[in-house]
């Protein structure tokens, strides 16, 4: 897949000058039609804007109970806070090579630590405990991205994209699944079997419904979520994979890959957010009042106004 033939050309470089959402530096427009009907969810005249370059691969953003933002530069092995004064920082280096990040409900960030395949838990205070680290005695492929559901239990995706940092030979599960960790963190069950690549993940705040995407099979699918963790009612929600996903107040899903794409609880297109870098990984809402789409890409950060407002970490 794309992000694989990103990564073989991921090399360390230190992060240049950040650039503030403050300063309004304009990158592009968001196309025809920037100045839209008052139900668009993009701000009126509102414009993409660069808030950051220089990293090798942007990814995994979620946003604390400020406001700030957090995300990963994966190939140089750290976490990035944006705050919500428009300050860009190193919030932990080395970081186990930190793929998808997301917060629970008691301010501790899950992170899906790609270096040996684990799930961690890193602390407010910057600790770190590994939580998952195998299933069934097997090396999990590599955990990619992860949503908490409200009472606290979490899925996660676990793909398999050879890293050239890996000392281990091929994926030791027999398929590329979606897992269920247990809120009291005893359990993890392998709840989906059956997609090609699942990738991008996301839950509704109401804790009834999950998204995952098929980036292999360009597919993205909706669930009906039980009680006890398992999974029912499988339905294509759209014909588009994701790498990385985020839902608003509307309960409309946003999916990446070239640009964001933006569909309506029905699965119908309802608007595209043109990225020009080859390739967007991931979105999440964040600000204070979390009315801005942060957008990671490549080298790069964005941000965009948004009318509606995001419901979670991501």
């Given at each position: 897949?794309?992000?694989?033939?990103?990564?073989?050309?991921?090399?360390?470089?230190?992060?240049?000058?950040?650039?503030?959402?403050?300063?309004?530096?304009?990158?592009?427009?968001?196309?025809?039609?920037?100045?839209?009907?008052?139900?668009?969810?993009?701000?009126?005249?509102?414009?993409?804007?660069?808030?950051?370059?220089?990293?090798?691969?942007?990814?995994?953003?979620?946003?604390?109970?400020?406001?700030?933002?957090?995300?990963?530069?994966?190939?140089?092995?750290?976490?990035?806070?944006?705050?919500?004064d428009g300050k860009l920082s190193t919030y932990k280096q080395p970081c186990?090579?930190?793929?998808?990040?997301?917060?629970?409900?008691?301010?501790?960030?899950?992170?899906?630590?790609?270096?040996?395949?684990?799930?961690?838990?890193?602390?407010?205070?910057?600790?770190?405990?590994?939580?998952?680290?195998?299933?069934?005695?097997?090396?999990?492929?590599?955990?990619?991205?992860?949503?908490?559901?409200?009472?606290?239990?979490?899925?996660?995706?676990?793909?398999?994209?050879?890293?050239?940092?890996?000392?281990?030979?091929?994926?030791?599960?027999?398929?590329?699944?979606?897992?269920?960790?247990?809120?009291?963190?005893?359990?993890?069950?392998?709840?989906?079997?059956?997609?090609?690549?699942?990738?991008?993940?996301?839950?509704?705040?109401?804790?009834?419904?999950?998204?995952?995407?098929?980036?292999?099979?360009?597919?993205?699918?909706?669930?009906?979520?039980?009680?006890?963790?398992?999974?029912?009612?499988?339905?294509?929600?759209?014909?588009?994979?994701?790498?990385?996903?985020?839902?608003?107040?509307?309960?409309?899903?946003?999916?990446?890959?070239?640009?964001?794409?933006?569909?309506?609880?029905r699965g119908t297109r309802i608007r595209t957010i043109p990225i020009d870098?080859?390739?967007?990984?991931?979105?999440?809402?964040?600000?204070?009042?979390?009315?801005?789409?942060?957008?990671?890409?490549?080298?790069?950060?964005?941000?965009?106004?948004?009318?509606?407002?995001?419901?979670?970490?991501?």
């Amino acid at each position: 897949m794309i992000q694989q033939v990103l990564s073989d050309r991921w090399h360390c470089v230190p992060a240049i000058l950040s650039l503030s959402l403050s300063l309004g530096l304009v990158l592009t427009g968001i196309g025809p039609g920037t100045v839209c009907a008052a139900d668009d969810i993009v701000a009126a005249g509102a414009t993409l804007v660069q808030l950051a370059e220089g990293f090798e691969f942007t990814e995994g953003p979620a946003c604390d109970a400020e406001g700030h933002v957090l995300f990963t530069d994966q190939p140089n092995d750290r976490i990035l806070k944006w705050s919500v004064d428009g300050k860009l920082s190193t919030y932990k280096q080395p970081c186990g090579r930190a793929n998808g990040l997301c917060f629970d409900q008691d301010g501790n960030l899950w992170a899906c630590a790609d270096e040996k395949n684990e799930l961690w838990c890193i602390r407010p205070d910057g600790t770190v405990q590994v939580v998952v680290k195998d299933y069934e005695g097997k090396l999990l492929n590599g955990p990619n991205d992860l949503w908490v559901r409200p009472d606290r239990g979490i899925y996660f995706t676990d793909p398999f994209y050879q890293r050239d940092y890996w000392q281990r030979g091929p994926a030791e599960q027999p398929v590329q699944g979606v897992y269920y960790l247990t809120p009291d963190r005893q359990k993890l069950t392998r709840v989906i079997d059956d997609l090609q690549q699942p990738n991008g993940i996301i839950g509704t705040p109401d804790g009834k419904t999950l998204y995952v995407a098929d980036i292999r099979a360009g597919k993205t699918y909706a669930y009906d979520i039980q009680a006890e963790g398992t999974l029912t009612n499988k339905r294509l929600f759209c014909e588009l994979g994701s790498d990385g996903m985020t839902i608003d107040n509307e309960g409309n899903v946003y999916l990446t890959g070239r640009g964001v794409t933006v569909f309506d609880p029905r699965g119908t297109r309802i608007r595209t957010i043109p990225i020009d870098t080859g390739w967007t990984a991931n979105v999440c809402f964040g600000g204070k009042d979390r009315h801005t789409l942060f957008i990671t890409a490549q080298k790069q950060l964005f941000a965009l106004q948004m009318r509606v407002h995001g419901v979670d970490s991501q």
